[in-house]
């Protein structure tokens, strides 16, 4: 009885060694991959060459045909998003100014894990003026459910 009992205690060790190790290697792999770019503004130069074509009086402008300015991404003031999944749902609230995100706050968690193990993602979020923030190991789901909220706050702020 006691060999059955050393067999069941190394079978089991090894079934939760294989599923902690496919974890492990599924968050790193996915928080090595580098940011993608979700929202990028371009701006076109146009040049004005004058004086008789000569290239060091060439100048530079990001202005268009008729001086008008180029149409902001995003629109002014504070957007709420919310993002969920089997382990729970959180609510942010973004707040945008001059196509910039200047703060995200978690205004509402409720996910299985604990609100710390996000707490650096808003700082994040600021930081990269995007979703895409690094996976926090652990809280694979809360990050996810995180960068889903912010990604509906900022189509909800797009101007369309």
């Known amino acids: 009885m006691a060999q059955m009992n050393k067999k069941w205690v190394v079978l089991c060790s090894t079934a939760i ?7 492990y290697f599924t968050t790193e792999t996915e928080a ?19 004086k008789n074509n000569n290239p060091s009086n060439v100048k530079s402008t990001y202005t268009n045909k008729h001086n008008i300015p180029p149409k902001s991404l995003y629109k002014d003031g504070t957007y709420t ?13 973004v707040t945008i100014k001059n196509d910039k ?27 990269n003026q995007s979703e895409q923030v690094r996976n926090v190991s652990g809280a694979t789901y809360s990050t996810r459910a995180f960068q889903d909220a912010v990604q509906n706050a900022l189509s909800s702020a797009q101007n369309v």
Do not use: K
Request: charged share 15%; net charge negative; no cysteine.
């Open 32 to 50: 090595a991959m580098p940011p993608l770019p979700h929202h990028t503004q371009v701006s076109i130069p146009t040049n004005d060459i004058s």
């Open 81 to 93: 998003g919310m993002g969920n999944n089997r382990r729970g749902s959180i609510e942010v609230s």
């Open 17 to 23: 060694t294989a599923v902690y190790a496919a974890g």
């Open 101 to 127: 995100i200047t703060d995200v706050e978690v205004s509402h968690f409720a996910m299985h894990y604990s609100e710390s193990d996000i707490a650096g993602l808003p700082s994040e979020v600021v930081q």
